[in-house]
């Protein structure tokens, strides 16, 4: 198209004149458009007779000739498309110069209107802006002012009616508070009145109990001081409460609990109950097909298993025990039928354990193998006690992929393990937080080398009659066990205070030491120990170079603060004065155990009931009168007392220490031979809740006190009653009968205890130790 624009560019003006008045464009695009749309056969011939037939029409025609004329009317399009660049007329008017403006022309045309047209529109558009702005502006002037002055006036108006609503509820909160005062008087003193009135109905019925077994009045039949209602009130309670008292009870009383009625046997049924399984106390009746069922009720949901001392079972158990995919915590301690078999049946099946107590059985290296197969959460592991493995089995738990993240060890007694086995620990264990190695007799300093060396991360050290053989050389290496917070072992005669002191230095996270028997102690090595700030209990038994000046070292201490714990039995050179002194510094101290301190006068011992926050007191040995009793109850927290071997104890200082320690709950009174029938009645009378009690070689006692203890003291879960030689069948048979909470009795060189009410005692209480005068 372009190169046919320049070739008619390049014609005279007359001729582009000619062409264009004769519509000669027009002519040869009908003709051109009818040759393409039709192509007839003869192609000449029809051009003539278009031609022909153009030159025979008017005027008028000729003017409208349009590019579909010669075309038949069958072949026109419908829609008629019209492209002027495509038409040969555009081609000829653009050529003339005098008909058509350039494109050029056509431009600025166009942009002079443009840019005319947007000058006149930019200039309204702002004179109605600027319009509206001082408008917009001037109105919002208005409402400012409008809403600054409403804003004072109702604030005015609102801070005039808060001022009336605060007068108003300050004379209602006086008028509440008025009234509150005099409902909570009233509300205290029906409180008062009220229990004062229970605890008169509660000592009258006790005083007609007593009086009616002083004058022989049969009240075997009769158990307890107050009938209740005849109702069940466990089914009375809301699901989950009847569960949760439930779960205190074992699997024997579930058992006799689900055969009371079908509440109570669809309230046994509850996952939460058998989420724990302690078989312990079934161990001698529990078959392996017993076992197998129990097992089998709450597999789904099991996650604590207890088989100690379970002799009877078998394979099948073991079984059952692998299919329990959620059990955790495992304990299989005693059990003679562990073997590798059983381990690797168990590992097999609970991956997930995280607890497996295998202490006093028979494994071997193999069953570490397979520990180290599956066991890959393993925290607590215990074999003590368990001698046929040998080094090799740390060997494999160091090789494999299991009990990598064991935190808890305990390889008592285990005897067999050479140093190699130590450092087999020490290479599988590096995490190991708490180590208890107790009765290992061989252990010596080339056991703890490599110990102390790579377990860094050691928090707890347990060395019970195992630490008799180190040297210096052993404690200097527990100085880089930087994270120690408890450290135990006794019986050590190599250990100075210079050890002590450097222990003290590096690990100054101690929280709990235990160095009973260590007879190289001295004084300065209380000294040392007093820098731990946060010392809580501490145990220097038995270390008979500790005086006076030592307690006072330590309670000037940064301990004694924190102190909770102190053992200070057989450190004979301890007087009154470290007394004195634990009184004034040590505000936290709640266990105390002074034995056998002869220095320590009655005066000293009278300065103990003054330690508030006191709950454990041991006196055995010591010279503990009457006097020291009254002021020892002054201690309002006393849950245990032991006052063994003191003989100068009479009824009335354990009457009058009762009374003043209503809460107590172990009380051991073995070998003070002065003490009689009443002082046991004054004490079941006060000390309601008691559940441990020794009156060991307390001659004078009869069977009216075992009566007394019966009837009053509910709670008695254990008593010893060995050696008193004025108890016989009636008082163990009212003992029986009326304790229900009683699980275990020693009996030891009564003569007048028949074997026939030992053998019916046998029936109620589990666990009776006896001994016949005749054998």
């Not at 022989?216 to 009130?233: I, P, V």
């Not at 079972?313 to 955790?328: D, H, V, Y």
């Not at 193999?366 to 599956?374: C, K, N, Q, V």
């Not at 925290?379 to 494999?400: I, T």
Request: glycine share 4%; net charge positive; aromatic share 8%.
């Amino acid at each position: 198209m372009a190169s046919l624009i320049k070739l008619f560019l390049t014609l005279e003006p007359s001729l582009r004149f000619y062409l264009r008045s004769q519509r000669i464009a027009e002519v040869h695009e009908a003709i051109i458009s009818s040759l393409i749309v039709c192509q007839p056969k003869d192609p000449i011939a029809w051009l003539i007779s278009c031609l022909t037939e153009y030159h025979s029409l008017p005027l008028s025609d000729k003017v409208n000739l349009n590019w579909d004329y010669f075309i038949p009317e069958a072949y026109r399009p419908v829609n008629r498309p019209f492209n002027l660049e495509s038409s040969l007329s555009y081609v000829f008017a653009v050529c003339d110069d005098s008909l058509e403006p350039t494109e050029e022309q056509i431009g600025i045309a166009i942009s002079h209107y443009k840019s005319h047209i947007q000058k006149n529109l930019f200039s309204a558009w702002l004179r109605c802006y600027l319009i509206r702005l001082s408008e917009r502006r001037w109105s919002e002037k208005k409402k400012h002012a409008a809403d600054e002055y409403y804003r004072a006036r109702y604030l005015n108006i609102y801070f005039r009616q808060w001022l009336q609503w605060v007068k108003d509820r300050i004379e209602r909160q006086k008028a509440a508070v008025c009234h509150l005062k005099h409902c909570s008087e009233t509300y205290q003193l029906r409180i008062i009145l009220g229990e004062w009135n229970v605890v008169a109905q509660q000592a009258r019925r006790t005083r007609d109990y007593f009086d009616r077994i002083e004058r022989g009045e049969d009240n075997q039949q009769n158990g307890s001081l107050g009938q209740g209602e005849a109702r069940d009130e466990l089914s009375m309670l809301n699901r989950e409460a009847a569960v949760r008292i439930l779960a205190y009870l074992d699997i024997a009383d579930l058992a006799r609990c689900s055969q009371v009625c079908r509440n109570w046997k669809m309230l046994t049924q509850s996952s939460m109950l058998w989420a724990k399984l302690d078989l312990h106390r079934t161990n001698k009746v529990l078959s392996d097909r017993l076992a197998m069922r129990f097992i089998q009720r709450a597999r789904p949901f099991l996650q604590h298993l207890n088989l100690r001392q379970c002799s009877r079972i078998g394979r099948l158990t073991f079984l059952g025990i692998s299919s329990c995919k959620n059990l955790q915590d495992l304990n299989l301690s005693e059990c003679p039928s562990v073997d590798d078999e059983s381990i690797k049946i168990i590992t097999g099946g609970c991956h997930i354990l995280l607890y497996l107590n295998l202490s006093h059985t028979s494994v071997t290296n193999h069953s570490f193998r397979h520990l180290a197969r599956h066991c890959h959460f393993l925290q607590f592991l215990s074999v003590a006690y368990s001698r046929q493995f040998s080094d090799r089995a740390f060997g494999y738990l160091a090789n494999g992929r299991g009990c990598r993240k064991l935190t808890h060890l305990d390889i008592s007694g285990c005897t067999q393990l050479t140093p190699v086995g130590f450092d087999a620990i020490a290479d599988a264990f590096r995490d190991l937080e708490i180590l208890v190695m107790d009765d290992i007799n061989n252990l010596s300093d080339k056991h703890m080398h490599n110990l102390c060396k790579r377990m860094t991360h050691l928090k707890q050290i347990s060395m019970w009659s195992s630490a008799r053989r180190l040297s210096g050389y052993a404690f200097r290496q527990m100085t880089s066990l930087t994270k120690l917070t408890t450290v135990k072992f006794d019986s050590n005669k190599l250990i100075t205070d210079e050890h002590l002191r450097l222990i003290c230095r590096s690990c100054s996270e101690i929280c709990h030491l235990s160095i009973p028997d260590c007879i190289s102690v001295t004084d300065m090595c209380m000294k040392h120990i007093g820098t731990l700030k946060h010392l809580r209990v501490l145990n220097v038994a038995d270390c008979l170079l500790i005086s006076d000046t030592g307690i006072k070292f330590l309670t000037e201490g940064a301990c004694q603060n924190r102190l909770r714990e102190l053992n200070l039995t057989n450190c004979m050179r301890i007087s009154d004065s470290s007394i004195t002194n634990l009184l004034r510094r040590c505000k936290r101290l709640a266990y105390l155990k002074l034995c056998y301190l002869d220095k320590i006068t009655e005066n000293g011992l009278e300065l103990i009931g003054q330690m508030e926050q006191l709950i454990l007191i041991d006196l055995t040995g010591t010279q503990t009168s009457d006097t020291t009793l009254k002021n020892l109850g002054y201690s309002g927290h006393l849950r245990s007392v032991i006052l063994s071997s003191c003989r100068k104890i009479t009824d009335l200082g354990l009457t009058k220490f009762t009374t003043a320690c209503p809460n107590l709950e172990h009380l051991n009174l073995s070998f003070c031979a002065q003490l009689s029938d009443n002082a046991i009645r004054s004490m079941a009378f006060c000390c309601k809740y008691l559940t441990t009690l020794n009156i060991c070689s307390c001659s004078l006692l009869t069977d009216m006190s075992l009566q007394y203890l019966s009837g009053v003291c509910k709670y008695l879960y254990e008593i010893d009653i060995s050696y008193c030689q004025l108890i016989t069948d009636k008082g163990l048979k009212c003992l029986g009968e009326n304790s229900a909470y009683l699980k275990r009795v020693i009996v030891i060189e009564c003569p007048n205890i028949s074997r026939a009410a030992i053998s019916l005692l046998l029936r109620r209480v589990p666990y009776v130790q006896y001994q016949y005068m005749d054998i």
